[in-house]
């Protein structure tokens, strides 16, 4: 059992940038391959990024590459994304995902614990 607490959402202008952090408890975290997501309302659920077990991988959808970074740090069991030159249509809310089967996806029914979200709103 793996429980996810997503921070650093918040209001920020057009070009401005925030840094997401979801804190992971339990020993396993550092096994589990982990992923961001979000929605904005009334939009369809989108993967955002993921990032491998040990770091060494990560997706990222075509709409944020190149803007976006996760990345972790397994020694406080934390994801992070920073987001910069964030745009109006990044407006969601964010969710962070825990993958524990070890394939490397995109695919939101391969992410097993979530967390509560944490919403980003960029001004424009």
């Known amino acids: 059992q793996v429980q996810l607490v997503e921070s650093g959402g918040g209001l920020v202008q057009a070009g401005g940038s925030l840094r997401l952090s979801c804190a992971a408890s339990?020993?396993?975290?550092?096994?589990?391959?982990m992923g961001w997501f979000r929605q904005a309302p009334g939009k369809e659920f989108d993967f955002v990024s993921a990032?491998?077990?040990?770091?060494?991988?990560?997706y990222y959808a075509d709409s944020v590459k190149g803007r976006f970074t996760i990345s972790r740090d397994n020694a406080k069991n934390t994801v992070y994304l920073q987001m910069n030159s964030l745009k109006p249509e990044d407006t969601a809310v964010y969710y962070c995902?825990?993958?524990?089967?070890?394939?490397?996806?995109?695919?939101?029914?391969?992410?097993?614990?979530w967390g509560q979200g944490t919403q980003v709103t960029v001004s424009s």
């Open positions: 990032i491998r077990w040990s770091g060494g991988s990560t």
């Open positions: 995902a825990a993958n524990p089967t070890g394939i490397m996806t995109t695919n939101r029914n391969m992410f097993r614990y």
């Open positions: 339990g020993r396993t975290f550092s096994s589990y391959n």
